[in-house]
Nanobody, 115 residues
């Protein structure tokens, strides 16, 4: 079992920055991909950014050039640096982790960007 705890959400004005963090605990062996997803009201959950254990990254087109995902394999942490935030980035952001055939989700952290 793996537990994920996100932090760093909040309220920010458009153009501002936030940094989200996710800490994994429990049985953290053989973690492969980690990623950030988000879900806005009335919309489906969508991929924001993902990173493999080797450091390869993948971003949604809507955040490319503004968001940066990073992970520390030794500390089992995952971060998302979000710059130039827009009101359409407002959502609950979730940390996701894959370990073998299992997928784990965090509880989510709210990000609200005001115009």
């Amino acid at each position: 079992q793996v537990q994920l705890v996100e932090s760093g959400g909040g309220l920010v004005q458009a153009g501002g920055s936030l940094r989200l963090s996710c800490a994994a605990s429990g049985d953290t062996t053989c973690i492969s991909a980690m990623g950030w997803y988000r879900q806005a009201p009335g919309k489906e959950r969508e991929l924001v950014a993902a990173i493999t254990s080797g450091g390869s990254t993948n971003y949604a087109d809507s955040v490319k050039g503004r968001f940066t995902i990073s992970r520390d394999n030794a500390k089992n942490t995952l971060d998302l640096q979000m710059n130039s935030l827009k009101p359409e980035d407002t959502a609950v952001y979730y940390c996701r982790l894959t370990q073998g055939i299992y997928t784990y989700w965090g509880q989510g952290t709210q990000v609200t960007v005001s115009a």
